[in-house]
């Protein structure tokens, strides 16, 4: 619910580069970080871990940047009401 209304948010006030940010960066960053290092350290199995270990980056990052993007919208509406 709450990852709903922050998009809303963010579309109403016109800022699409924050959705982007929200969700497009996390999948890029982790998919490169996981298909680069893993066969590193894993050998060919690692190319098989990079996937699963991507979508928890993924997660991980998004819901970071979330909370982060939540808390700053909450901030503007509270400056904007008053």
Do not use: H
């Not at 922050?6 to 996981?34: D, F, H, N, W």
């Not at 699963?52 to 700053?72: G, H, K, N, Y």
């Amino acid at each position: 619910m709450q990852n709903s209304q922050t998009e809303s948010r963010l579309l109403v006030q016109e800022k699409p580069g924050k959705l982007m940010r929200m969700y497009a960066v996390p999948c890029i960053v982790s998919l490169l970080v996981a298909a680069l290092l893993l066969p590193r350290w894993f050998g060919l199995n690692g190319v098989l871990y990079s996937m699963p270990a991507s979508d928890i980056l993924t997660f991980i990052l998004s819901a970071v940047i979330l909370m982060q993007t939540d808390r700053q919208l909450d901030k503007d509406i509270r400056n904007a009401v008053t």
